[in-house]
């Protein structure tokens, strides 16, 4: 069983760009509630799909498989709830992690999250002086959620612009 252990940060600046070249994806869940979800990507030029089960702290099983891009792109047209998720996914590697940073477009531009996965939820991690505040425990910043509720229907209370 895989699991995937990782901690969420919004993103306070652009700086991650210097060194990153961003890649799109576009996504969208089959299956999408507390316990579970089965999403759909398309990564670039390649495809995948997803199954992961409920948070338990920051942890999760996750099961990804590749399947062809045609085939995605199919799913996300005619069985995936709307809206999709488009974003470009930018890499940065900072005192031994990797980081993933995605800034999202459509209808939850103005959002930046970065990610970082780790080997156990006790793992020390350095910050780069571009990552702020901490949302991993935050599920509406997950995924799932924004095609819920997108990040541009939230109020000013709840941290839109």
Request: glycine residues 6%.
């Amino acid at each position: 069983m895989a699991k995937e252990i990782e901690r969420k940060f919004l993103v306070e600046n652009m700086s991650f760009k210097n060194n990153a070249e961003g890649i799109l994806y576009r996504q969208g869940y089959i299956t999408n509630s507390p316990d579970k979800v089965v999403r759909v990507r398309i990564a670039g030029a390649k495809g995948y799909l997803t199954i992961k089960t409920k948070n338990i702290g920051l942890t999760r099983s996750e099961y990804e498989y590749e399947i062809p891009v045609k085939d995605a792109d199919e799913l996300l047209a005619d069985v995936c709830e709307a809206p999709l998720i488009e974003k470009y996914r930018y890499t940065s590697r900072y005192e031994g992690h990797t980081w993933e940073i995605d800034e999202f477009l459509g209808a939850n531009r103005g959002l930046i999250i970065a990610e970082v996965e780790l080997q156990s939820e006790e793992e020390a991690v350095s910050l780069p002086d571009w990552v702020g505040a901490e949302v991993s425990g935050d599920p509406k910043y997950y995924n799932s959620s924004l095609i819920k509720r997108p990040y541009t229907e939230w109020s000013k209370v709840e941290g839109s612009p």
